[in-house]
């Protein structure tokens, strides 16, 4: 069994957080895990996947209808230049479309990342103390 410590009391509600012991194999690798963070970084990588979802919906729902409205109809990621036409039909396709919409997508996921680190001073927590 795994010995508990107790890591906060206050106001008689004690927490434990069970001690596990690692072989001294995987010691280095569970330190690793402890000072760098990765934990966080899974999470922020899972919320990151999340939040690009979401403004991809955005982009294709309500920016591309909008967007194509105004480019004489369709939505932006099927507009295309046709290269080359053989027997009447385009057979070699050049998609622009399609990267407008990732460019659109990014610039506001981009956007998002920069207010949201601005705008919670999470800019400074990184920068070293000057002497």
């Not at 610039?107 to 601005?118: D, E, L, S």
């Amino acid at each position: 069994m795994a010995e508990e410590r107790k890591i906060i009391r206050k106001k008689a509600v004690t927490v434990t957080v069970p001690v596990l012991h690692v072989p001294k194999s995987l010691q280095g690798f569970v330190d690793f895990i402890r000072e760098q963070g990765v934990v966080g970084l899974a999470v922020g990588f899972v919320l990151g996947v999340a939040a690009k979802a979401v403004v991809d919906s955005i982009v294709n729902n309500l920016i591309n209808p909008i967007v194509g409205l105004y480019g004489r109809g369709g939505e932006l990621a099927s507009k295309y230049w046709c290269m080359k036409q053989v027997a009447g039909q385009c057979s070699n396709k050049f998609g622009y479309g399609a990267v407008l919409n990732q460019l659109i997508s990014f610039m506001i996921v981009a956007g998002v990342v920069y207010f949201v680190i601005k705008g919670l001073k999470l800019d400074k927590l990184d920068r070293k103390k000057e002497p």
